[in-house]
């Protein structure tokens, strides 16, 4: 049981450093975040997102406007990392927004987002409500601990 | 041009502004859903700007409309409506400063009423349809006025940001003031609750707004203000809006 313990507390550290290290690349991703939310490019626009964690799940939502359930796609790139694009129903230019001193136009929404924490990504399910995507990811279970 | 002054912030009147009107708050906030309205009420009643706020608390920033430099925070109005409105988010330390102004002005004014159009956060506002609209009120009279016209009222909890401060300031001076809630998302625009929130404004005040227009433009609306979004996002962070979600405690 000592054993088992000892384990715990590792694996607790282990997450403690994962944590940090996720603060860590949140605050790096932070640092960039100053750009703009379009890529003149790859015609892309970059979608509003939100992470919601909770005991059994991530929530990952996309607000995204202009876009139909069938040409949104949603890819898990590694253990911890989702990539989510969309085709837009019509392309957007500058000119619509009334900039004029800026040329490109936008037929899609592409993000990634970083899963802050162990999850199953084979067991994804996604669904698109009202112009929101909903991903929806449970998380990893360890192994269980007896009360003593 | 005259400026009341309410130092650190000014509000420079640029044109003959009413007494005894009706003075909205559309500020950045949850959903922005009272920017969204805001602007909807000032195009629609083709609103003219009155005045504008001048502070070294909000951040170098002008907006350029038909070339021209604007504040980003600024005032509209007719003879019996003034809007306040901001094209910016507004930094969490500068709030309370222009809050505090912002109804200092209204009280100097002899404002009929204030009206705060806002959101209220729902995790799961995805799932809703028809968002429901609370209300608060800075008097007992205003309280019963909004129970009469068949207002929810928030009875317990938070407030934090913009309307909350308003509120209290009003509160305090017994100034008229009510602020209108529609559920909304945290941190997307959210045209469905701000056309919520007008629908009810609608019940509680003379005003006629029709929001139809303001439903049919939701997705340009959604795509047009993510930065603004984003960026008022930030703020709330700052100001710990989330609190709005706990429970209160009360002894």
Redesign the interface.
């Known amino acids: 049981m000592s054993r088992k313990r000892r384990r715990s507390i590792f694996e607790l550290m282990r997450e403690y450093m994962e944590d940090f290290e996720a603060a860590a690349e949140e605050m790096a991703e932070l640092a960039v975040a100053e750009r703009p ?1 379009w890529d003149v490019r790859s015609s892309c ?1 970059e ?2 997102c ?1 992470i ?1 964690v909770t005991t059994d799940e991530v929530v990952v ?1 996309a ?1 995204m ?2 876009t139909e359930p069938e040409n949104v796609k949603v890819k898990a790139i590694s253990e911890d990392r989702l990539e989510i694009g969309a085709k837009m129903r019509q392309k ?1 230019r500058f000119d619509d ?1 009334g900039i004029t001193h800026r040329e490109g136009e936008f037929s899609s929404f592409r993000c990634q987002v970083h899963v802050p924490v162990p999850v199953n990504m084979e067991r994804m399910k996604v669904y698109f ?4 995507l ?1 991903i929806h990811l449970p998380r990893s279970r360890g192994y269980e601990i007896k009360v003593e | 041009m005259s400026c009341v002054l309410s130092k650190p912030v000014g509000i420079v009147e640029k044109k003959l502004v009413p007494s005894e009107a009706i003075i909205l708050q559309g500020l950045p906030d949850v959903g922005l859903v009272g920017l969204i309205a805001a602007s909807h009420i000032i195009s629609q009643l083709k609103l003219t700007e009155i005045a504008y706020v001048e502070s070294d608390l909000l951040p170098p920033v002008v907006v350029l409309h038909e070339g021209f430099p604007h504040a980003p925070l600024r005032i509209f109005g007719n003879s019996e409506l003034i809007v306040t409105i901001s094209e910016t988010a507004i930094p969490a330390k500068a709030i309370q400063p222009i809050m505090r102004a912002l109804v200092d002005w209204g009280q100097s004014k002899k404002m009929r009423l204030m009206v705060s159009i806002g959101g209220m956060p729902v ?1 799961d506002r ?2 809703i ?1 028809d968002p429901q609209v609370f209300g608060a009120a800075s008097t007992l009279s205003l309280l019963n006025t909004l129970s009469a016209k068949g207002v929810k009222i928030l009875k317990e909890g938070y407030m934090v940001g913009p309307y909350a401060l308003i509120m209290r300031y009003c509160a305090e001076r017994n100034l008229p003031a009510i602020a209108l809630l529609a559920q909304s ?5 959210d045209p469905e609750a701000a056309a919520a929130a007008l629908k009810e404004l609608t019940k509680i005040t003379e005003l006629k707004v029709e929001v139809s227009k303001l439903l049919e433009k ?3 609306i ?3 203000a ?2 603004v ?2 960026r008022t996002q930030r703020e709330l962070t700052q100001m710990k809006k989330s609190q709005e979600y706990d429970l209160p405690l009360y002894v």
Request: proline residues 11%; without cysteine; charged residues 35%.
């Open positions: 939310s626009l979608p509003l939100n919601f939502t607000d406007p202009y957007v927004f409500k009202r112009g929101i909903e | 995790p995805q799932d349809k998302f945290y941190n997307y625009p939701g997705e340009e959604r795509l047009r993510r930065d979004m984003k």
